[in-house]
């Protein structure tokens, strides 16, 4: 099951009005692609989209009226989308890295990219929280562009499910934060995204583990950057898609 980055309007998302990198590039070599997602839904599925703009409309008034604030975002559905797949492995050396920083004295050889949740760094943030990375590191999965609003909340999807949720502004000063802390000059970040993943050749070796997992972690790093610096220009939210 793959991972993918979504930034777009809402309605065009639940009405299935939009493909993934994969579905992209399959379709850009004429090779039929199906995407399955976790709740099994495919674009014959999604319903009617009148309905669904008015339930989202309806959704953005509530979560504006509790979160007490004025305004939401144009979520109009036939505003333009942006995705990518920062791979799994992204995504856990991502959040493995961001653990680190904020608890450098919880770094282990062993830490893998693959298995992010065994990370001792990464479980004291779960246990703890995170000062420096709430939204990455507390489990964020929607990111929404709430003006002035940097936090993080739980809130209710559009299926009833709750939803770690938090703000584009939040995660732009996160990126930001990781990106200073780590090093790793924008040169290094538009290079990650030219070239991509670093492969996965099977599990690396020991001595292969600290630059395996710094590679994999620039390149979240570099893709979670580039959607967030579009979703902050499009104000359209940023969501992960499994």
Not at 22 to 38: C, D, K, P, V, Y
Not at 93 to 106: T, Y
Not at 169 to 196: F, I
């Amino acid at each position: 099951m793959g991972l993918d980055i979504y930034v777009g309007p809402f309605t065009r998302y639940l009405t299935g009005d939009w493909k993934t990198v994969m579905a992209q590039a399959a379709e850009a070599e004429g090779i039929e692609f199906t995407t399955i997602r976790l709740d099994d839904t495919t674009p014959e599925d999604a319903p009617d989209t009148d309905e669904v703009v008015e339930m989202v409309h309806s959704w953005q008034s509530a979560m504006t009226e509790a979160l007490g604030v004025e305004k939401a975002w144009d979520d109009n559905p036939d505003a333009p989308y942006a995705t990518d797949q920062p791979h799994w492995l992204g995504y856990g050396a991502l959040l493995i890295l961001a653990a680190r920083l904020e608890r450098p004295q919880l770094a282990s050889a062993t830490d893998d990219p693959a298995d992010f949740q065994a990370s001792a760094a990464f479980q004291a943030s779960q246990q703890d929280g995170s000062a420096m990375f709430p939204s990455l590191l507390g489990g964020a999965q929607w990111w929404l562009p709430l003006a002035g609003l940097s936090a993080t909340f739980t809130g209710s999807g559009f299926q009833g499910e709750m939803v770690p949720m938090s703000t584009l502004d939040l995660l732009e000063n996160e990126l930001d934060t990781l990106s200073k802390g780590l090093g790793v000059p924008g040169s290094a970040l538009a290079e990650a995204l030219l070239l991509g993943g670093p492969g996965v050749d099977g599990p690396p070796t020991p001595e292969q583990a600290p630059e395996y997992l710094t590679a994999w972690g620039v390149f979240g790093l570099a893709v979670f950057r580039e959607l967030t610096h579009q979703a902050q220009r499009m104000q359209l939210p940023l969501l992960l898609d499994a």
